[in-house]
């Protein structure tokens, strides 16, 4: 059981030291025109302009930005300017609504552990 618990850490250390897979672009979801970009997390920006249109931009934290990332908690804050700004370190995160991202990784995380539990070395 040990040794499963520790190749699944391995794995998941292994993931946090490449680059992420973001979705790049702005208002671009609809229409599946987003370009990609890699980093160490990805963003989501959504704002309203004066005419009451809501705008989404996404693209990810650069690579060399590294220490800005990991100052940014998972999940969404308000800024002043009364955006939406979002963040997350899965590959493709930026693209879906980030408590439902934040849900299917929680539930991941869970049967993980339910089929360690279950089945011990």
Do not use: W
């Not at 680059?19 to 980093?39: F, V």
Request: charged share 20%; aromatic share 4%.
């Amino acid at each position: 059981m040990r040794l499963r618990v520790l190749l699944l850490l391995c794995a998941n250390l292994a993931n946090l030291s490449g680059a992420l897979k973001c979705l790049e672009g702005q208002d671009c979801i609809e229409d599946a025109s987003c370009g990609g970009c890699e980093g160490v997390a990805c963003t989501r920006m959504e704002s309203t302009d004066p005419e009451d249109n809501s705008r989404v931009a996404l693209t990810c934290i650069p690579t060399d930005a590294r220490f800005v990332a990991f100052d940014r908690p998972e999940g969404c804050v308000h800024t002043t300017n009364h955006k939406l700004l979002c963040t997350c370190f899965d590959d493709y995160c930026n693209g879906a609504v980030m408590a439902r991202s934040s849900i299917l990784q929680s539930i991941s995380f869970l049967l993980i552990g339910i089929v360690i539990i279950l089945f011990p070395l």
